[in-house]
């Protein structure tokens, strides 16, 4: 499958090219939907597990790369305007329906929009374009969506560094299942991980306390 066989060539790029390779790729993601995040910076977060990069750096250059790319579709939007949107539109994984979508969503919640919608399956990767077409402030759009990047590269990256050797078992036995549902499940680890840390923290200070 063509999916199958992008998803290996960033996998293989951030094996090869390290910081560089994850710039690139969530700069792709930001304008060319197919390359989904929830693959990117979960696996980057898995290569920070093995100490091969750094936690940190990996959230901020891959929020970075997604700027840049989102970015670019913005300017696209803004300099070139609704016809070219539309006529462009199928190749970068944007149709009619989402188009209208994202703009419906954007006219409702603004520049917050750009900061939740990062977050948001299906409005992340499309959110750019209806803001570049409203004219957005450019630097609060760059700034919102660094935010909004910022926050789910974090639940991202965070879910492949905790689960470490278990992410690549997961994500191998994953074959052809729906992004989407990847990320959300990343978000759930994270949030079960927290929560039992600090389950286990209250016991352990109740246990001092008697």
Do not use: C
């Amino acid at each position: 499958m063509i999916i199958d066989s992008i998803n290996q060539f960033v996998i293989d790029l951030i094996n090869n090219t390290g910081y560089l390779g994850i710039f690139i790729a969530m700069l792709v993601e930001g304008v060319f939907t197919p390359i989904p995040s929830e693959l990117i910076m979960p696996f980057a977060g898995y290569v920070a597990y093995t100490g091969e990069l750094n936690f940190f750096l990996v959230i901020l250059i891959g929020s970075i790369g997604a700027v840049f790319g989102s970015f670019i579709a913005f300017l696209l939007a803004w300099k070139l305007g609704r016809p070219i949107v539309d006529r462009l539109g199928p190749y970068v994984g944007l149709n009619q329906e989402n188009l209208e979508k994202a703009e419906h969503w954007f006219k409702k919640w603004g520049v917050w929009g750009i900061f939740i919608g990062h977050s948001l399956p299906g409005i992340r990767s499309i959110i750019s374009f209806p803001a570049g077409l409203a004219k957005m402030d450019r630097a609060k759009f760059v700034t919102f969506t660094f935010l909004g990047a910022l926050v789910w590269n974090t639940v991202l990256v965070t879910s492949g560094y905790l689960l470490g050797e278990e992410w690549m078992q997961f994500w191998k036995s994953t074959d052809g299942l729906d992004y989407v549902m990847l990320g959300a499940l990343g978000v759930a680890l994270v949030a079960y991980y927290i929560y039992h840390k600090h389950k286990k923290a209250k016991v352990t200070r109740s246990s001092d306390d008697e």
